[in-house]
Structures are given as C-alpha cells and as structure tokens.
C-alpha cells in the first residue's frame, strides 16, 4: 500500500456534497457545532507526512487518507465510541462527515477494519524503528493548537499517572500454571509427542480443578507438582528448537524469576522476601512487559504516564506524554523530558512535585535554559542554616560559613558530604553557633553538610515566598488531568495490553482531550462541561 496526502485545501464542494441538501436553519446549527471548528481548525493541521515513512515507496493501491482516519480516532475518544459506532457516525451523521471532510464523497473511505489495520502499521512500524509517528503527530498538533489558544510556552507543570494493564492479578501458583501450560500447548499444536504426566494442561476443566478448586493447604504441593511438570517440560525442550517462541521465553522467565535451579534438574520455589524478587518480575503472562509498583498504599500492575500541560488565558492543553514501565521514577521522567526538549531561546519553568527532583537534575535544566520548580521536598528537611554556608562552583568545597569565617580546612568525601574545621575563636561567639551545633575540640570545631543539603534548606526557605505560592497553585492545576483522563477518557480501561498498544491509545485519549478544549475555546463553552458539545 503506497502513501498518497489527502489535501483537505483541495477538496471541492460536489453534486453529491451531503450539505446540500441541508436547509438554511439546519446550516446554522451546524456552523455553531464543534463540526465546523473541528473542520476548519484541527482536521488542516494533522500531519500526514508523519505517517508516510510507514507505507511502500513502490505505486501500489493507496492508502486510507491519514488525516480522516487520524481524525477518526481522535473523534472516537472525545465521543466514547467503538470502532464500529465511529464508522456508522461517518455514515450517518452529517456533523462528522463536516468534521472529516468527506460530505463530497459518495462512500466513506474508511472500512471497518480501516481503524485496527491502521493500529497495527503504526505499532509495527515503532518495534522495528523505535519512532512513534502518532505521538509526534499528537504533540506536533497540540503545538499549533496552542498558538491559537495564545498559551504560555514559558510555565510548564508535569505530573504522573498509574495506568494499569488490564490483567489479572495472579498467585504464584497460577502464574507458573499459566506458563507452564502454555508451552504444553505449544508443543501440541507443534505436534511434538507429550509425555502422559503433561496431558493433563490440555484439559480444559485442568486449570479449574488445579487453581479454583483449591485449599490453602494444597498450595504448596500443587506447586510442587506444577514445578515437577516443569522440570519434564525444560528436558523435553532441550536443544534449542524453542527459543524463538514466546511461550518458551516465558516459562525460561517465570523459572529463573521465581524459583532455584537445583543441580539434579529440579526447580525449587524461591521464599517470598527472596532479595531477588523485584518489582520487575513476570506479573501476567498476557502482559510480559508490566510491573509491579506501589503507590498510596495501593498495589499497581502496568505502566505509568507523564503529563507535560501548559496553560494560558484561553485554556490548557497537554504538550508532551510519555509511557513507561511503573517502575520508572519521576525524576527520570524529569531528566528525559529535559534532554529532549534541549537548550531553550527563553526561559522556561516546570513546575512539578518533590518527586522530580534528583542530582545533578537542576544543573542539567540550568544548562537549556530551564528552571525546575518543586512545588514540595520528599525526605528529611535540612537545618535552615545549612542555606548560609558557600560553596564553590563544583559543590566540593565550603568557602564560607553564615558568619562569613572561612574554613581551617575542608575534605569532601566521594558521597559529596564535607568535614569543615574551623579556629575555635571563630566559633565562640558567633551569633549562629546555637544553629550550627557545631563538634567542639581543644583548638577547633568542626561541622559536616554537603552542597545538596545546602540546596534543600535554600529551597525550604523559598516555600515561604509568594512566588512559591503561585508556582504551587499553578502546579496543582495540573492534578485534574489524571482525573478527568480516567472519568472520561478510561484509561483505566484500556482494550489492549503491552506498552507499545497502550501508548498508542494513550496517545489518541490526550489528542482527544485537547480536541475537546480546543472546541470549548472556540465555543466558548463552559469547561467543566466539555462533553456537552459532542452530545
């Protein structure tokens, strides 16, 4: 299938155009509809070269046009409906034809496997390249939607969200069940001959009678006897001849995370407080690459999202996301963010939680011309007069200390925390010594701090300025995007697993919504009632 660009500039009005038989008061309802800014403002800016790389160079039929099935998707999640119900709306309804510039056509050009074969090229084309055309087609659009809105690109606010894997939450008995029986079948469909003590995973009542069917007490001999299965299977599998099935990998995977090789062949369950057991261990076979993470006291299973939104007079809009394992802190989401965006004209603030905070973290900011603001500091705070004492550029040094004295002398360790010594008269009636505490000998004292404890007290200091209360109250704006994404978008409920799919329906929730609030700008409609719109 070749790419060809649908210009929606050069569409023409036909004898067949569906508003043309529409009457003048059916024409004013539809120019004061979300159709026509849909139309006129949003469908012209989708990118379609983005998506062109994914199709044959060779002259072949064409493809789908990308900006009606892109557009498409992004309808679909502003109006909660299914592949299906998109296609009928297409069809029927003459606002989204506006919307999607096709009222000229005389059959829609989408099918109803255009949407899930367009899915699959997206995706095939991000494992065997690493690009992902739909997220820069989303962040390319909510750029230019934002010089129409007139949004500040100089305050920035971030935050994360949990997004769960839609999987099941499985004992260990189950999980090495599930693998386990996996390859059993496997090997039958391979027509490989099974011994009878592995016959038993073909049944498919087996799983009912092995896992459901169960008391507390035979847990530890099912495993066993699951583990006894597993042993056979890894002999029957020798050689080699398996290893670019995925069934393989994951029993290899569920053995080696969850249990010991013991040197006669047999596998042995590892204890639960095994050190080796970490939050990335196989969670669900149908879901390879989700882990485990904890958050508020609640236990989570899949991924997590950041949010970059930045916001003017006009509305807000989601500027940048980013899917990763949940396992991947925020600070690194942080300093991903930073490499990416790279050296900025004029200044840029984020604003974001204690949680994106890290070393080194605000020197690489400073360096691209951006200033990271914590809205609120993780861990233990700092004495308030660790702020006073100086340092030197590389933070290795104490020049000073709050009193101005400088030191006898100063050696800094590799973990960056300092040993200062200084004249005992310096410190006897010095007006901060109470603060300082400092270790007194017969002819010195000495004080221990490093420049990131420094750094703390100074940014404790800060939360006590109005500038902090406005960045504070501009950062905690940001809390309702996770909300409203999973109220109304259910992003909680995704219809696909892996982190690949589920970035690419993350991608079309967040163009959707800033579908949505561009619409409420145009139409100057209430925001707490997006959705009144598109009813």
């Known amino acids: 299938m070749s790419f060809r660009a649908n210009d929606p ?64 998707l ?71 939607l934002a010089k129409l809105m007139k949004i500040d690109r100089s305050l920035r606010r971030m935050d994360s969200m949990m997004i769960d894997s839609n999987i099941k939450r499985m004992t260990r008995l189950e999980l090495l069940y599930n693998c386990v029986a996996r390859m059993v079948k496997l090997l039958k469909k391979l027509e490989v001959e099974l011994p009878e003590q592995l016959r038993h995973y073909l049944n498919k009542e087996d799983e009912n009678l092995v896992i459901y069917y169960n008391k507390s007490d035979d847990t530890s001999t099912k495993i066993e006897k699951v583990l006894s299965d597993a042993s056979i299977l890894m002999r029957l599998c020798a050689g080699g001849n398996y290893d670019d099935y995925n069934e393989y990998q994951l029993l290899l995977r569920v053995l080696s995370e969850q249990t010991n090789h013991q040197e006669d062949g047999s596998y042995r369950l590892k204890e639960a407080g095994d050190p080796t057991m970490h939050a990335g261990i196989l969670q669900n076979p149908s879901d390879p690459e989700a882990t485990y993470r904890e958050k508020a006291g609640k236990g989570h299973r899949g991924y997590v999202a950041n949010l970059v939104e930045e916001k003017g007079e006009n509305g807000s809009l989601i500027m940048e996301y980013q899917l990763e394992q949940n396992t991947y802190s925020d600070s690194r989401f942080m300093q991903d963010y930073v490499e990416e965006i790279g050296p900025q004209e004029k200044p840029v603030t984020i604003a974001a939680d204690g949680a994106y905070s890290g070393s080194n973290l605000e020197e690489k900011a400073a360096e691209n011309n951006v200033t990271i603001f914590n809205t609120n500091l993780t861990g233990r705070e700092a004495k308030d007069i660790a702020a006073d004492f100086k340092f030197n550029e590389d933070g290795t040094r104490v020049t000073e200390c709050p009193n101005g004295k400088p030191p006898k002398s100063c050696s800094c360790s590799k973990a960056g925390i300092c040993t200062i010594s200084f004249h005992k008269r310096d410190c006897e009636n010095c007006p901060f010594r109470d603060q300082c505490n400092p270790k007194e000998y017969t002819r010195t004292t000495r004080v221990t701090i490093s420049a990131r404890t420094q750094q703390r007290a100074q940014k404790q200091r800060e939360r006590n300025t ?14 309702t995007v996770p909300s409203f994404l999973r109220r109304c978008f259910g992003v909680d409920r995704m219809p696909v697993r892996g982190k690949v799919r589920i970035s690419f329906f993350l991608g079309c929730k967040i163009g959707g919504l800033n579908v949505m609030k561009f619409c409420n700008f145009r139409l100057r409609c209430n925001p707490s009632t997006p959705k009144a719109i598109f009813g």
């Open 466 to 479: 109005d500038d902090f209360k406005k960045m504070s109250a501009f950062r905690n704006g940001v809390e």
């Open 9 to 72: 500039s050069a569409s023409q009005t036909s004898m067949l155009d569906a508003t043309a038989l529409m009457s003048d008061r059916e024409k004013r309802f539809l120019e004061k509809s979300w159709a026509k800014v849909f139309a006129e403002e949003i469908f012209p800016l989708i990118d379609e070269q983005q998506f062109a790389p994914m199709y044959s160079t060779v002259d072949s039929r064409p493809n789908t046009p990308v900006n009606v099935t892109v557009g498409a």
């Open 74 to 144: 992004l309808l679909k999640e502003v109006t909660n409906m299914s592949d299906d119900e998109i296609l009928n709306a297409m069809m029927f309804d003459i606002r989204f034809k506006v919307a999607l510039h096709t009222t000229g056509m005389a059959e829609q050009p989408m099918s109803d496997r255009t949407l899930g074969r367009f899915r699959a090229r997206c995706i095939t084309y991000y494992r065997e390249t690493g690009k992902d055309p739909l997220h820069d087609c989303i962040t390319g659009l909510s750029e230019q």
